[in-house]
C-alpha cells in the first residue's frame, strides 16, 4: 500500500515564524500535491509538483512556498505564519501523467498559528 | 471559484437505509472521484468514474456520471454506522501550459449513520 506520510499531525507556531510541514511518499510517485482544508471551504490546492524541482501554483498560494529537491519528498513552507493560515494542511501523491489515478493522502497535519 | 459544491451539506440517515450525495462542477472533465474522510484523517480514495462512463458500482457503491449536467452522485446502499464519515468529489482540470493536471474538491458532504 501506498504510505504518504506527513511529519507532525499537530504543530502550534508563532505568528511570523517560518513554518515548515514535511511530506514523504513511498511509492516512487511523480506528482506530489498540497491542500489547506477548511470547514465550509472542502479542499483548496496550494502548490503541487509533478517532478523534482518543479512546482506549479495552485488556487491560494499566496503566503506559501514549496520544495521537492528529491522525488519522495515534497514540503510546504509558511514564509511568515500568519493566524489566517491556521488550518488542516494534507499532502497528497498520484502517479502518472495523467488524471486517471487515484491521490493518495496522509493524515494531515493541524496548524494552529497564535 | 472553481470548485465545485456538494448537496446536500450534512446528511444524516438510520443504519440500514441508503444515502445518496450529489456534486456539481464546473467545467469539463476527463474523470471525477469520490474519496471518504474519517474524522481527523486523510482522504481516502474510493472509486473514479470516467467522463464517458455513466455509471459504476464498487460494492455498496453506486456513482453517476451526467456531463451534460455536470453533475454526478454517490449512493451508498444499506448503510452502516461504519459509513459515517465525510465525502467528497474531486474533478480534474488540466493545465495546457505544462501539459499537467490538479484536481478540484467539492466542499463535501457530512453523513452521518445512526445505528
Known amino acids: 500500500d501506498v504510505k504518504v506520510t506527513q511529519s507532525s499531525r499537530y504543530l502550534v507556531k508563532r505568528t511570523g515564524e517560518k513554518v515548515f510541514l514535511e511530506c514523504v511518499q513511498d511509492?516512487?510517485?511523480?506528482?506530489m500535491f498540497w491542500y489547506r482544508q477548511d470547514p465550509g471551504l472542502g479542499l483548496r490546492l496550494i502548490y503541487f509538483?509533478?517532478?523534482?524541482?518543479?512546482?506549479e501554483k495552485g488556487d491560494i498560494p499566496e503566503g506559501y512556498s514549496v520544495s521537492r529537491e528529491k522525488k519522495e519528498r515534497f514540503s510546504l513552507i509558511l514564509e511568515s505564519a500568519s493566524t489566517n493560515q491556521t488550518s488542516m494542511y494534507l499532502c497528497?501523491?498520484?502517479?502518472?501523467?495523467?488524471?486517471?489515478?487515484?491521490?493518495?493522502f496522509g493524515d494531515g497535519t493541524r496548524l494552529s498559528i497564535l | 471559484s472553481q470548485q465545485g459544491e456538494e448537496d446536500p451539506q450534512a446528511l444524516s440517515i438510520q443504519e440500514g437505509e441508503n444515502a445518496t450525495m450529489n456534486c456539481s462542477y464546473k467545467?469539463?472533465?476527463?474523470?471525477l472521484q469520490w474519496y471518504r474522510q474519517n474524522s481527523g484523517r486523510g482522504l481516502v480514495h474510493l472509486i473514479l468514474?470516467?467522463?464517458?462512463?455513466r455509471e459504476k458500482h464498487s460494492g455498496r457503491l453506486r456513482v453517476t456520471l451526467d456531463t451534460s449536467k455536470k453533475s454526478s452522485s454517490l449512493l451508498i446502499t444499506a448503510s452502516r454506522a461504519a459509513d459515517t464519515a465525510s465525502y467528497f468529489c474531486?474533478?480534474?482540470?488540466?493545465?495546457?501550459?505544462?501539459?499537467?493536471?490538479?484536481?478540484?474538491f467539492g466542499t463535501g458532504t457530512r453523513l452521518k449513520v445512526l445505528a
Open positions: 509538483s509533478y517532478d523534482v524541482k518543479m512546482k
Open positions: 468514474i470516467r467522463s464517458n462512463e
Open positions: 497528497a501523491s498520484t502517479t502518472g501523467q495523467f488524471s486517471n489515478q487515484p491521490q493518495h
Open positions: 467545467t469539463s472533465i476527463n474523470n
Open positions: 511509492m516512487d510517485h511523480e506528482n
Open positions: 474531486a474533478t480534474d482540470a488540466p493545465n495546457f501550459h505544462s501539459g499537467t493536471y490538479k484536481y478540484i
